[in-house]
């Protein structure tokens, strides 16, 4: 049996013994070194076993090692004994060693052992191979597995399942074909084993028609088997499939409920997993520590946290409370359910542990649910913590801080990540680095966005769609167009949200026929069906250009009657073309679709506000009231020396408001020696003329610019981020506040950015 298993893909030359060490640039960077202090741990001298101790009894313990013994001081011990009492040529000695340095992953030991064993048969070889697999050096495995053919040794079915799980483990597919047609040309018998390893390759390489037939083809099946087979259909989407498997199945055992139930949620079928779960509690068997982790992830998912406290009820009665994967669960079901106090304390638990490798997880399972629910500061001050103790930060959580920071739009710690994550190594990370270019978009620095985008080659859609939605949100939308042409040109198709971003860019922009084009190529060209944002960023790109006829015309055409977002998008833009009479007809709709939603409301009252129907605005907010329905107030902000500064209008609540408010009232006064002239009709109240205006000098916009000079140096840049709209008279003021100071002002609302200078805003009053 000297036949290459890959004839014409790699070539060896034959010998009786390969020598490992043409491989060991693979890997081995220093020889066996046997520390002489080991041999204290070994539960007998050496001496007794230089004078002719039994042979049987060294074989013996090498078959049932001390447990109590570190792992690897303890086959160094052994290994050292075996030299000293010559038991080293013998090939079941060498073997058992070898088969323990393989156990507690010491590849350069098996290596080295491995390449010095004067004899090799199918076990050593397996042992190497699975020595590769423990430590993940999949690429080598297969190089010695094709090694081992061309040295004559012909693989049994353990073999050929280990050569499998490195292949599945990499972008083997060709190779793993190879091995599969390689069994079947030999005639080599399957076992279970080997062929639930063949399944699970062809399923990690999305083979899923050979994985299919090779299940049909497999005499027996054991629960791994139908496990497999029903997480190919999961992957496929197949639920309908995938829920016959599982009823076919004749064990049900508790590995395969979790399949499924997980595959359910995969798929986004959150009530089926629902029902299987109440299901498992009445006929199923009783859950393991994976069980609960997938019970406790679905009820994160559905918020549901009676049900997640039922679950930790039961864990705790079963017994699964000290299980580490479990108490991550645990901690991400309380967070995202607004527990975050009893996460606490379950992570006050785990934060116990010597294992900082443990403990990471728990870490970040707790820093997502802070940023799930809003909770920015608390998130970013863990995240801190997490570093100083030691625990490692992965790329999901260095991207949930990102996201943070984006959302919150705090751009000194934005930066403070970016550089975290340089000096960490996750630099070249696709999605890491996606979440940088839009936190630094969201943070009022476009340009810190571009040359993160720049600096790396990436052929990933999520890059280059992080990189046009940040060109949307500033309503360049001729950049956003570059940026989507250009990936057109490098041939990486777009999807479904790229399209958002590049529509919303046009819309921003006010390129009508551009937006036409890419939504007409979305459909033709790549066969993307458009959801509800695609829509609506249509009927918000017709009504900002005015065209409100062909905007309700396309809802209509579209059958988007039900659809609330789009009522509103029409509303906006029916106020800022003056269409009272459609804004009021389009309200009325909306109000219909959202009776209980406080926006619905406050869209149709501001434009009986507008048209001084004040007794039918008092009606409107007096139906709120009875309804329960509370209008979201307006809130502004800004970052300072590491601080959050908030500010609702009128607010005096911070501890320089007479500064803020002296200096504003001066400021104002310069402002309209300048030009400016208050937005008096924008005051949706029925109040004096005066009172109009003291109300609309003291919006939160202003009193953060105001805070924002006062408390930096001239000349510096300020970014404000907003919860709702930007008032109209803000956005004029701030205008002449950059004509007057000499400020650069970006101000981020909830639609998108505004970036002022010399008296001018990029959206060229155009939002």
């Known amino acids: 049996m000297r036949r290459l298993l890959l004839s014409g893909h790699l070539k060896f030359q034959r010998s009786s013994h390969l020598p490992l060490s043409l491989l060991r640039f693979f890997h081995v960077q220093s020889a066996i070194s046997v520390q002489t202090d080991a041999l204290s741990q070994f539960p007998c001298s050496s001496d007794q076993w230089s004078v002719g101790y039994p042979l049987d009894e060294f074989i013996s313990i090498l078959k049932n090692p001390a447990k109590t013994l570190s792992v690897h001081s303890y086959v160094s011990s052994l290994h050292c004994v075996a030299l000293k009492a010559g038991f080293n040529e013998n090939v079941e000695v060498g073997t058992g060693i070898l088969n323990l340095y393989s156990k507690c992953s010491a590849l350069d030991h098996v290596l080295k052992m491995f390449d010095e064993l004067s004899q090799r048969n199918i076990l050593t070889w397996t042992i190497l191979l699975s020595a590769c697999v423990l430590r993940g050096e999949h690429e080598l495995g297969l190089s010695l597995f094709k090694c081992m053919l061309v040295d004559g040794v012909l693989p049994n079915c353990f073999t050929l399942a280990t050569a499998f799980k490195c292949c599945a483990k990499n972008s083997s597919l060709r190779v793993g074909k190879s091995i599969h047609g390689w069994i079947f040309r030999n005639d080599i018998e399957n076992d279970i084993i080997l062929q639930n390893s063949i399944i699970n390759f062809y399923a990690k390489h999305d083979a899923f028609v050979y994985a299919r037939k090779v299940f049909e083809l497999m005499p027996e099946r054991d629960a791994v088997s139908w496990n497999s087979i029903i997480g190919v259909h999961i992957q496929l989407g197949d639920m309908t499939a995938a829920m016959d498997l599982f009823r076919a199945s004749p064990s049900k055992a508790v590995s395969s409920w979790n ?16 029902e299987l ?22 009820s994160a998912k559905l918020a549901l946290l009676d049900l997640g406290k039922q679950i930790h009820c039961k864990l705790l009665r079963l017994g699964f409370e000290n299980d580490a994967f479990v108490k991550n669960s645990m901690i991400n079901m309380y967070s995202k359910c607004g527990e975050v106090e009893t996460s606490l304390i379950i992570f006050s638990d785990r934060v116990q542990s010597p294992n900082l490798s443990q403990l990471s997880p728990s870490f970040i399972t707790l820093i997502a649910g802070y940023v799930h629910k809003g909770f920015i500061e608390e998130a970013l001050a863990l995240f801190s913590r997490m570093l100083n103790e030691g625990a490692p930060a992965d790329a999901f959580t260095l991207t949930s801080i990102a996201a943070a920071c984006a959302d919150a739009g705090i751009f000194q710690q934005g930066r403070q990540i970016h550089a975290c994550i340089e ?29 993160v985008f720049d600096g790396i080659e990436c052929t990933n859609i999520v890059f280059w769609t992080s990189m046009i939605a940040s060109y949307a949100l500033y309503g360049e939308g001729r950049e956003a167009i570059d940026v989507f042409q250009m990936m057109l040109e490098n041939r990486i198709m777009p999807n479904k949200i790229s399209f958002v971003g590049i529509l919303s860019a046009c819309s921003h922009a006010g390129l009508v026929e551009e937006g036409y084009k890419y939504f007409k190529m979305m459909q033709k060209d790549h066969g993307i069906v458009p959801t509800i944002e695609h829509f609506n960023c249509m009927v918000d790109l017709l009504g900002r250009q005015g065209l409100l006829d062909e905007a309700k015309n396309f809802i209509c055409e579209h059958n988007l009657r039900h659809h609330s977002l789009v009522w509103k998008t029409l509303i906006s833009a029916c106020r800022v073309h003056g269409d009272f009479e459609a804004a009021i007809w389009a309200s009325e709709k909306l109000v219909e679709i959202e009776p209980h939603e406080a926006g619905s409301y406050v869209l149709l ?30 809130r502004s902000w800004i970052q300072l020396r590491g601080k959050v500064h908030s500010f609702v209008a009128g607010d005096k609540s911070h501890p320089e408001s007479y500064m803020i408010y002296s200096y504003l009232d001066k400021l104002i006064g310069r402002l309209k020696e300048l030009g400016y002239l208050t937005r008096t009709d924008l005051v949706l109240h029925d109040l004096e003329e005066e009172q109009r205006e003291v109300i609309l000098q003291h919006h939160s916009e202003k009193l953060a610019v105001a805070y924002g000079i006062i408390s930096t140096p001239c000349g510096s840049p300020l970014r404000i981020m907003k919860n709702l709209r930007v008032c109209g008279d803000c956005h004029e003021a701030i205008k002449y506040v950059t004509q007057a100071t000499g400020r650069e002002i970006v101000l981020r609302d909830a639609y998108r950015f505004h970036h002022f200078k010399h008296g001018i805003c990029t959206c060229r009053d155009y939002w």
């Not at 399949?259 to 629902?274: C, P």
């Not at 779960?277 to 679905?298: C, E, N, R, W």
């Not at 190594?425 to 966005?449: N, P, Q, R, T, W």
């Not at 709120?624 to 329905?629: A, P, R, Y």
């Open 259 to 274: 399949t499924f139930i997980n595959g359910q949620m995969e798929n986004k079928f959150d009530q089926t997993a629902l």
């Open 277 to 298: 779960l109440h299901l498992m509690v009445k006929i199923g068997p009783l859950f393991d520590q994976y069980t609960f982790s997938i019970a406790l992830a679905l």
């Open 423 to 451: 000096k960490l190594g996750h630099g070249v990370d696709v999605f890491l680095a996606s979440a940088v270019i839009d936190m630094y978009a969201k943070c009022g620095s476009l340009d810190d966005g571009r040359k």
């Open 605 to 634: 009252s501001n434009i009986y506000a507008t048209k001084r129907e004040w007794a039918k605005v008092s009606r409107l907010w007096s139906v709120m009231k009875s309804k329960g329905v509370k209008k979201q107030p307006g």
